[in-house]
Each structure stands twice: as structure tokens, then as C-alpha cells.
């Protein structure tokens, strides 16, 4: 597996942005800062999945396509909990379920190529 620099640095540029996108819809919650700080690493990862993980191995489309999956559910999930009422555990759970799993499935997926 490997890592472009650049190109994780774009990603991480991208989800900075778009949590501060999050940061600045969010006025007034309790919980702003963890909506914050929850969308930024949760899209980064994603994000770094899709823009700079390549595998020499094959299998680069399936990692590529399953990150654009999760980024897509975990932006669905921070918009839901952005604009309504925010309970904290129930973000940090459905959050941290959705990103075990990413990694979890980005990491059989790689196993499976060696």
C-alpha cells in the first residue's frame, strides 16, 4: 500500500474546509466543537482513501470505491446531525461505528490482496 504525500495533504485541506463548513452551520449548538472535530477526521480519512491510497498489488478501484461509500455516509450523517438537534453519544457512536467499519473493510480489503 502506498501513501501519496501531496495528495494526503489535499485531502486533509478538503476536510479542514469542509469542517469548518460544518463549524460555521452549526451556530449555536452545544456540541459545535465535536460536530467540528467529528466531520474533519471523519472525512479525512475517508478522503485519504480516496485521493492518496494506491495499491501496486490491484485492488486500488475497490479501496477507492468503498471510501467514496463511507465519505458519502459520513457526510450524509454530519448534515443530519448538523441541522437537527444534537445528542452528544449518539454522534460519537454512529461516528466512530461508521469509521471502525471503514477501516475495517479498507484493511480486509488489503489483506486480501497480499
Do not use: H, Q
Not at 504525500?5 to 452551520?25: H, K, N, P, Q
Request: net charge positive; hydrophobic share 60%.
Amino acid at each position: 500500500m502506498k501513501v501519496n504525500v501531496v495528495l494526503l495533504i489535499i485531502a486533509f485541506a478538503i476536510a479542514v474546509l469542509a469542517a469548518f463548513g460544518f463549524y460555521a452551520g452549526n451556530d449555536g449548538e452545544t456540541y459545535r466543537w465535536v460536530i467540528t472535530i467529528g466531520s474533519g477526521v471523519g472525512l479525512f480519512v475517508t478522503l485519504g482513501g480516496i485521493f492518496a491510497l494506491s495499491s501496486a498489488n490491484g485492488g486500488t478501484v475497490n479501496i477507492k470505491v468503498t471510501s467514496v461509500l463511507f465519505f458519502i455516509a459520513l457526510l450524509i450523517e454530519n448534515l443530519v446531525f448538523n441541522f437537527t438537534a444534537v445528542r452528544l453519544a449518539p454522534y460519537i457512536i454512529i461516528t466512530g461505528i461508521l469509521l471502525l467499519v471503514y477501516v475495517l473493510v479498507v484493511y480486509g480489503i488489503y489483506r486480501a490482496l497480499k
